[in-house]
């Protein structure tokens, strides 16, 4: 029986729900990268990282390739890039409208 598509996309964000995660996915919306940088601007665990990477690969997010002893990930897709800045900019209009609402409060208590 086939997965309904709510359902699928409700996976699609738990495995996105990590902030290890979302920092790889980042991180990789620039470029392909090595698992020894993506340790180094993330600084984790190397096994924590590891896992996380997994995770990634499983769901089919990212991918990974060997060059020479060097493993490099890279995102599977453009929309995944799509994706991480639709989240920012839902994240800056939510937060500006706290913003908003904070002013407006600190202003009704001055009065």
């Not at 996915?25 to 990268?33: I, K, N």
């Not at 002893?69 to 890279?74: A, D, K, L, Q, R």
């Not at 897709?77 to 994706?83: E, M, P, T």
Request: with cysteine; glycine share 6%.
């Amino acid at each position: 029986m086939p997965v309904p598509l709510h359902q699928a996309k409700a996976e699609l964000f738990k495995t996105l729900g990590h902030p290890v995660r979302i920092r790889v996915l980042e991180l990789l919306c620039d470029g392909p990268m090595p698992v020894r940088d993506l340790l180094a601007a993330i600084e984790v665990e190397a096994s924590n990282l590891s896992q996380q990477l997994a995770v990634l690969r499983r769901a089919g997010i990212v991918t990974a390739r060997r060059e020479g002893s060097t493993v490099m990930y890279e995102l599977a897709g453009g929309d995944v890039s799509d994706l991480m800045r639709a989240a920012r900019r839902i994240l800056t209009q939510l937060l500006t409208g706290q913003r908003d609402l904070l002013t407006e409060l600190q202003e009704a208590d001055q009065i």
